[in-house]
């Protein structure tokens, strides 16, 4: 199996506003809602631009890339560097990253059962937090 190498990216000053402004906020974005809170802090990035950058940062691990229920993807600032999924509250949005070997046993016997190779996967986990759990009761 050979391993394609992530092509350097290009350090832009448009690259650089929008990670500055993903690193202020620790909740899931949409890249309408970046490009929003981008414009209001004077940066001019267009929404294009905001779309290419966060696929590229996605494709690099740089960013979380969640789908929303409505099919939009929303876009966070990644804190942990090895791979990981997220356990997400329907009611307020809040967000755990969570590591499972068991995940990654389960996904790695069955692509090699199939006889798969170079096999991703992206696993969301949805439910009611704590907090809107004790609210609704």
């Not at 389960?106 to 009611?128: F, K, P």
């Amino acid at each position: 199996m050979s391993a394609q190498a992530t092509p350097a990216r290009r350090v832009t000053k448009q690259r650089l506003a929008l990670e500055s402004e993903l690193r202020r906020h620790d909740d899931f974005r949409t890249a309408q809602e970046i490009h929003s809170c981008l414009g209001g802090h004077g940066d001019a990035v267009s929404l294009a631009t905001v779309y290419r950058l966060l696929q590229q940062m996605g494709e690099d691990g740089a960013v979380d890339v969640m789908r929303m229920p409505d099919g939009e993807s929303a876009y966070r600032h990644c804190v942990v560097e090895r791979h990981h999924h997220h356990l997400v509250c329907r009611a307020c949005g809040a967000t755990e990253e969570v590591e499972s070997p068991e995940v990654e046993a389960w996904a790695a016997a069955v692509a090699g059962r199939l006889g798969y190779t170079a096999v991703g996967h992206t696993v969301e986990l949805t439910g009611l937090c704590a907090a809107c759990s004790r609210a609704g009761e």
